[in-house]
C-alpha cells in the first residue's frame, strides 16, 4: 500500500515532540510491513529538502508558515493519484486535505489547540486562533474516519460535532524500555523533576512556585528542570530561578541527551507536568516507566495519563498552591508513594507502540477496504 502522510513536522525537526514520536514509530512499522510511506512536512534551514528517515520518505517543502501552500501545490505536482490512502495529521492547523486529495483520506488529531493558543500566541493573536479554529474544524469533512490518541480528544471533537462513532482511539506509546524493577536507587535528597521544552503552554513558572511553597515545609526538596531554555519564555523562567530565595536548591539543566534524560526520570522521585493541554502526556508515561510517578495538572491528557492515587497524581485545582499540596502529599506519604510508583510501572508496560500499531493498522485497513466497497459498489450501480 502506498501511504501519504501530510503533517508540521517531521522527526529530525529542532522542534519536534511526543506527536513526531508517535508518526515516526508507526511510519517505520508500517514500512516494515512492506508499506511505502512518503511524509509531506515544512523545511527547516539546514535540513535536506528529501531524505530517507527509517525507511520511509520525507519531503520538506516550505517553512513554519508556508508548509499548507507548499504541501498542496507538491501533491498537485508530484504526488496526486499516487496514493493508496492520505494520513492528513492536524498539529493545530489541519492542510483541508479533503478539499483537493482524491485519495481516501484519514484525520489524525493529537489535540485540538483551544487554550494553547493564548500561551503560545499572546493575547490577541490567541484570541483569534481561539475564534477561528471552531471555524475551520467544520470544513474538515464531519464524514471522515478519525485516529486520535485520547478520551479526552475524542471528547474534544464531539463537541465540535464530528460524528462519535468516526473517531476511533488507539494506544500512546513509549521509545524507552522500562525499567526490569524498581530497585533503581533515587537521589538522597526529595527531588521533582521538570522535564521538556521550557514553553509558556508548558507553564514551568508554575512548577517553580509550587516548588517554592513546598520547600518551606520540605527544607531537603530539590528541583531540576530540563529543556530546551530558548524563547521569551525561558528568558522568565530563567529570571524566576535566579531571584528564587531557594535558587540553590534548583538545577536548570538545559537541554539534555536521552542518556541523561532516562537518569533524570530514575532517579528524580516525582515528575511535574503542568500544560495547558496535551493529547496524552507522553512525559507522564516515559517517567512511570522509569519508576517515577507524575504529579500533573487535571487537563485533557494529562488526566487520560495519569489515573489520579492509582498511578500518580492529579491536582483538584489548577494552581501553584494545590500543586504543591499534592507534591507534599507524595513525598511525605512514602508507604502510599510506593504503592503508586509501583502501579504507574506496571501501567507503563502496557503503553507501547507495539499496540499502538496494531489498532492503527486495522483502522487504515479497515477504512482502505471501506474505500474499495464504495467504489465496488459505484461500479456496480453504473453498469446496472
Not at 159 to 167: A, D, E, L, T
Request: hydrophobic share 40%; with cysteine.
Amino acid at each position: 500500500m502506498n501511504i501519504l502522510w501530510f503533517t508540521w513536522k517531521d522527526i529530525k525537526d529542532p522542534y519536534s515532540g511526543g506527536a513526531e514520536v508517535v508518526s515516526n514509530q508507526l511510519a517505520k512499522r508500517l514500512v516494515a510491513d512492506g508499506h511505502e510511506v512518503v511524509f509531506l512536512v515544512r523545511g527547516f534551514p539546514r535540513m535536506a529538502k528529501e531524505e530517507m528517515v527509517n525507511g520511509y520518505k520525507v519531503i520538506r517543502v516550505g517553512n513554519y508558515h508556508t508548509v499548507y501552500l507548499e504541501a498542496f501545490k507538491y501533491y498537485r505536482k508530484n504526488l496526486k493519484g499516487w496514493a493508496d490512502l492520505v494520513i492528513e495529521e492536524a498539529n493545530i492547523i489541519p492542510f483541508f486535505c479533503n478539499w483537493y486529495v482524491k485519495e481516501k483520506s484519514i484525520l489524525f488529531f493529537h489535540n485540538l489547540g483551544r487554550e494553547i493558543w493564548f500561551y503560545e500566541m499572546g493575547y490577541l493573536k490567541g484570541l483569534a486562533g481561539y475564534l477561528l479554529e471552531p471555524i475551520w474544524l467544520q470544513f474538515l469533512g464531519k464524514k471522515r474516519n478519525i485516529i486520535t490518541i485520547s478520551e479526552s480528544t475524542k471528547n474534544d471533537l464531539i463537541k465540535f460535532r464530528f460524528r462519535k462513532n468516526k473517531i476511533e482511539i488507539i494506544s500512546e506509546g513509549i521509545e524507552i524500555e522500562p525499567l526490569k524493577d524498581l530497585k533503581i536507587e533515587k537521589f538522597s535528597k526529595p527531588t521533582l523533576l521538570s522535564l521538556g521544552a521550557i514553553r509558556a503552554m508548558k507553564r514551568t513558572d508554575q512548577i517553580i512556585l509550587a516548588f517554592e511553597l513546598a520547600k518551606k515545609e520540605m527544607p531537603d526538596l530539590q528541583l531540576i528542570i530540563a529543556g530546551c531554555t530558548a524563547g521569551k519564555f525561558a528568558k522568565k523562567v530563567l529570571a524566576m530561578i535566579e531571584e528564587s530565595p531557594f535558587k540553590d536548591s534548583i538545577k536548570c539543566l538545559g537541554r539534555v541527551s536521552q542518556e541523561k534524560k532516562i537518569e533524570l526520570m530514575q532517579k528524580s522521585h516525582l515528575i511535574a507536568v503542568t500544560s495547558a493541554k496535551e493529547g496524552w502526556g507522553l512525559i507522564v508515561t516515559e517517567a512511570n516507566s522509569q519508576g517515577t510517578p507524575a504529579v500533573v495538572y487535571n487537563v485533557d491528557g494529562l488526566r487520560d495519563s495519569v489515573k489520579n492515587q492509582i498511578t500518580g497524581y492529579i491536582c483538584e485545582k489548577n494552581t501553584p498552591e494545590n500543586l504543591s499540596k499534592k507534591i507534599r502529599e507524595a513525598l511525605q506519604n512514602k508507604e502510599n508513594y510506593e504503592i503508586i510508583r509501583e502501579n504507574a510501572w506496571q501501567w507503563s508496560k502496557d503503553i507501547n507502540f507495539d499496540k499502538s500499531y496494531e489498532s492503527f493498522i486495522n483502522l487504515v485497513n479497515s477504512h482502505v477496504e471501506e474505500r474499495k466497497a464504495s467504489v465496488l459498489r459505484k461500479i456496480v450501480g453504473f453498469v446496472e
